[in-house]
């Protein structure tokens, strides 16, 4: 695992997916060292942030590399493959995932804004689903994630355009979650990340699982599960912590 694309902070996992030297495309090797610690993830850890140390987020795929396979399809494939089990991972992950989405986020590092819990961005971030510009569909669940953020016949109309996106629609559609000064991008979604990981993890977990299930979990089904959740949170060390410094009117100190 290199400490080039990955390194834990305080508690926070962060996850460098493109960097300068590689054109701010997505870089795989940071995606599979990421992919690595995330299957391994060290219980110390209490928040994921998704970062990218050029003049960008992720501006997408190799491009020139997808040109210069000799097997185009092949070779995207494996691409799509490792980028899948990342965002499996993710997605999957007991922590909240943070992204700090400065300059473009375009074809995959959009879907990776999409796999992101929260997604932080500036007044320049732009988003552009990038693949029909260069005639191919999208990966890293975009299809999927896309419509359940701002509704299907938004996510079409996005999608056949291919969209740029401003900072200022992103938020108003969902895909952003609030905008910082473009400088203070990275260094408030590093203080957020530092926060929840500082937070009631057990809590943070039992919500996630909560929401993945939801996805095909009827309203009576959800509501049971909500049940048993909240019991066994009452019960459990951060609940106790939580209500007992309420009650206390203090500040809690989550184990």
Not at 130 to 136: D, S
Not at 155 to 177: C, K, N, P
Not at 234 to 253: I, Q
Request: charged share 20%.
């Amino acid at each position: 695992m290199s400490s080039e694309y990955v390194e834990t902070v305080d508690g926070v996992l962060q996850i460098t997916i493109a960097t300068p030297a590689n054109g701010t495309s997505l870089d795989f090797t940071g995606v599979n060292a990421g992919s690595a610690a995330l299957r391994d993830l060290d219980p110390g850890i209490g928040a994921v942030l998704l970062q990218g140390t050029g003049g960008n987020f992720c501006a997408g795929g190799d491009v020139r590399g997808f040109a210069a396979a000799a097997d185009r399809g092949a070779h995207i494939r494996g691409l799509a493959t490792d980028l899948h089990e990342f965002v499996r991972l993710l997605d999957a992950a007991p922590v909240p995932v943070v992204a700090a989405v400065h300059g473009w986020a375009a074809g995959a590092g959009m879907s990776l804004v999409l796999a992101a819990d929260i997604a932080l961005g500036g007044p320049k971030t732009k988003l552009r689903p990038a693949y029909p510009g260069i005639g191919l569909s999208p990966d890293g669940g975009m299809s999927w994630t896309l419509p359940r953020i701002v509704g299907a016949g938004r996510a079409q109309e996005i999608l056949l355009t291919d969209a740029v996106l401003s900072a200022d629609e992103a938020v108003r559609i969902g895909i952003l979650s609030r905008l910082v000064p473009d400088e203070e991008v990275h260094s408030e979604a590093l203080r957020l990340a530092r926060t929840l990981a500082a937070g009631p993890r057990a809590a943070h977990a039992t919500i996630k699982s909560l929401l993945l299930s939801s996805r095909t979990a009827s309203l009576s089904d959800q509501l049971d599960s909500e049940t048993e959740a909240i019991a066994a949170s009452a019960n459990s060390p951060a609940g106790r912590e939580g209500v007992d410094a309420f009650v206390e009117k203090r500040r809690p100190t989550f184990p």
